[in-house]
């Protein structure tokens, strides 16, 4: 089998022009989740900065207020899924102090 041949069989394309689209893509979108990866890692450190902080200060770790904020500013950018993905970040960034 050639290379083209497996990218067709693997990617679930019927030719061979579509599964080198489509492996070109599978490629861009690894990298970009790497990319996301990263930025939400870095998120999660600047959090936590925060969230020492406000704890310091003698303040909440948690400002619901922002938080809202964000949920808001996801939501406006990618409709409701938005609200899920905004969640689920601050859910990943929330008590790691």
């Not at 003698?58 to 993905?85: C, F, I, Q, W």
């Amino acid at each position: 089998m050639t290379v083209t041949q497996t990218n067709a069989a693997d990617t679930g394309a019927r030719t061979p022009e579509a599964a080198d689209v489509i492996a070109g893509a599978r490629e861009r979108i690894d990298a970009l989740d790497d990319r996301i990866i990263g930025l939400i890692q870095e998120r999660i450190a600047v959090s936590a900065v925060i969230q020492e902080a406000r704890i310091t200060s003698g303040g909440r770790r948690v400002n619901l207020a922002r938080e809202m904020e964000v949920l808001g500013h996801y939501r406006d950018a990618l409709g409701k899924p938005g609200t899920s993905l905004a969640m689920t970040l601050l859910e990943l960034c929330r008590g790691r102090v």
